[in-house]
């Protein structure tokens, strides 16, 4: 078994530093409209797993931005005859030039994302996905 040592820094400056001093990369895990989560991961030469972690608030006005940007999509697909269901939030590139566009832009992606996410653990995959929901985030009830 890994042991796991969790980290949240206090800054990017500082998860910066801690991934260089350990000679890994940063990576972007995941954003939402608000925020931005970068990670860094290393291993120690005894198996121990090393995690650090910022959460990065954008500025208002470009979080604001982006919320309008981002679109809800909901897939369902059927596993051992039981519905499994994925809801992800997306947020749109400035390039889509309609309402249509920047929906099925965010279906693609959506689709995209459950299944690197999730294929290992029930199957999903781009082929087996059907949206059962779309809708500006700015609009979306739970
Ligand atoms: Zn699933």
Same mark, same amino acid.
């Given at each position: 078994?890994?042991?796991?040592?969790? @980290?949240?820094?206090?800054?990017?400056?500082?998860? /910066?530093? %801690? *991934? @260089?001093?350990?000679?890994?990369?940063?990576?972007?895990?995941?954003?939402? %409209? /608000?925020?931005?989560?970068?990670?860094?991961?290393?291993?120690? #030469? /005894?198996?121990?797993?090393?995690?650090?972690?910022?959460?990065?608030?954008?500025?208002?006005?470009?979080?604001?931005?982006?919320?309008? @940007?981002?679109?809800?999509?909901?897939?369902?697909?059927?596993? /051992?005859?039981?519905?499994?269901?994925?809801? @992800?939030?997306?947020?749109?590139?400035?390039?889509?030039?309609?309402?249509?566009?920047?929906?099925?832009?965010?279906?693609?992606?959506?689709?995209?994302?459950?299944?690197?996410?999730?294929? #290992?653990?029930?199957?999903?995959? *781009?082929?087996?996905?059907?949206?059962?929901?779309?809708?500006?985030?700015?609009? %979306?009830? #739970?």
């Amino acid at each position: 078994m890994t042991l796991m040592e969790y @980290r949240e820094a206090n800054s990017k400056d500082d998860l /910066d530093r %801690w *991934a @260089r001093t350990l000679g890994v990369r940063v990576h972007i895990v995941d954003e939402t %409209w /608000d925020c931005v989560y970068f990670q860094a991961d290393a291993e120690y #030469p /005894d198996g121990t797993h090393l995690r650090c972690r910022y959460r990065y608030v954008l500025p208002q006005r470009l979080a604001l931005r982006r919320r309008e @940007r981002t679109f809800v999509v909901g897939f369902s697909h059927t596993v /051992d005859g039981a519905t499994c269901c994925h809801v @992800r939030p997306i947020i749109v590139g400035l390039s889509a030039e309609s309402e249509a566009a920047a929906m099925s832009q965010a279906v693609i992606y959506a689709s995209a994302l459950v299944e690197l996410q999730r294929r #290992p653990v029930c199957g999903a995959s *781009a082929a087996n996905l059907s949206p059962y929901v779309i809708t500006r985030a700015t609009n %979306w009830k #739970p």
